[in-house]
């Protein structure tokens, strides 16, 4: 773009939609040119990531807080294409730590209670708009095509992976797709899914830990977290090695999501990338 990133913040060539800052920080550590705006009572950071012009937004958990974000994001900066980013959990046996899959379907899961009952899966699953193929990354075992299943609960341990994985076949599990991608259908957007695992289909988040997923704002994180430590000392021992997992999968998507704009082309005959 001939303006800077500053003057031209009304319009982005793609618009970032991940649920928590850290995932955010991941990728505004990678920008150039950034700046960050007040949108909706939240922050959007602006810049430019690999070669494109970006706008990305921590929209905070669950469904309603990641289509509230995509309406944010398209209405304020007007993107071309819409990429929903951040952490999963693998479904898959063959999904290892920070491994990227990167959707071509995404279904929707409710009223699923932990080991009890079969998930209630909403409708088909919806099809994700192809990449252009000058973001098809390279051949990789860590990167892989498959279906993301979105659920209204949070998946902790390997007995309920696997119980979602056998009714649905989905390779991994969020908190937040299904609803960035029906938003941006809605508001005509081309829209992709890149996560990164954190927790493997074999791997168990304890339950208390695992609440914190949940918990809404920082504050309400924060006493949820001094709550669970005067119950259970050792839970901080889990909560540091659920972060050390989580930065390392937020690096993972980043570094992929920078790889894939390295090759975008504002000036293809549709201001979108080339393929």
């Known amino acids: 773009m001939p303006k800077s990133v500053g003057e031209s913040i009304d319009r982005v060539d793609v618009g970032i939609v991940v649920a928590m800052p850290l995932e955010a920080a991941a990728i505004v550590a990678r920008m150039r040119d950034c700046v960050t705006v007040r949108a909706?009572?939240?922050?959007?950071?602006?810049?430019?990531?690999?070669?494109?012009?970006?706008?990305?937004?921590?929209?905070?958990?669950?469904?309603?807080?990641?289509?509230?974000?995509?309406?944010?994001?398209?209405?304020?900066?007007?993107?071309?294409?819409?990429?929903?980013?951040?952490?999963?959990?693998?479904?898959?046996?063959?999904?290892?730590?920070?491994?990227?899959?990167?959707?071509?379907r995404v279904g929707m899961c409710t009223s699923f209670v932990d080991r009890t009952?079969?998930?209630?899966?909403?409708?088909?699953?919806?099809?994700?708009?192809?990449?252009?193929?000058?973001?098809?990354?390279?051949?990789?075992?860590?990167?892989?095509?498959?279906?993301?299943?979105?659920?209204?609960?949070?998946v902790a341990t390997a007995a309920a992976k696997k119980i979602l994985r056998d009714s649905t076949q989905a390779s991994a599990v969020d908190m937040e797709?299904?609803?960035?991608?029906?938003?941006a259908r809605r508001l005509g957007l081309p829209v992709h899914v890149v996560r990164a695992v954190c927790d493997?289909?074999?791997?168990?988040?304890?339950?208390?830990?695992?609440?914190?997923?949940?918990?809404?704002?920082?504050?309400?994180?924060?006493?949820?977290?001094?709550?669970?430590?005067?119950?259970?000392?050792?839970?901080?021992?889990?909560?540091?090695?659920?972060?050390?997992?989580?930065?390392?999968a937020a690096d993972a998507v980043a570094l992929h999501l920078e790889t894939m704009l390295e090759h975008w082309r504002p000036d293809s005959a549709d201001g979108s990338p080339g393929g």
């Open 40 to 104: 909706g009572g939240g922050r959007v950071s602006l810049g430019r990531f690999g070669k494109a012009t970006v706008a990305i937004m921590a929209s905070g958990i669950g469904g309603e807080a990641a289509a509230r974000g995509t309406r944010l994001i398209a209405a304020g900066h007007r993107p071309g294409r819409l990429v929903a980013a951040g952490l999963c959990g693998g479904l898959d046996p063959g999904l290892s730590r920070n491994a990227i899959l990167i959707a071509d």
């Open 200 to 248: 493997t289909a074999t791997e168990t988040v304890p339950g208390d830990v695992a609440s914190l997923a949940t918990a809404g704002s920082a504050a309400r994180i924060a006493g949820t977290a001094v709550r669970l430590l005067w119950n259970r000392p050792s839970a901080a021992i889990d909560m540091v090695e659920l972060r050390e997992r989580a930065h390392s």
């Open 177 to 183: 797709s299904w609803w960035a991608v029906v938003e």
């Open 117 to 154: 009952a079969e998930p209630v899966v909403e409708g088909g699953p919806l099809p994700i708009d192809p990449l252009p193929t000058t973001w098809n990354p390279r051949p990789d075992d860590r990167v892989r095509r498959g279906m993301l299943v979105t659920s209204d609960t949070v």
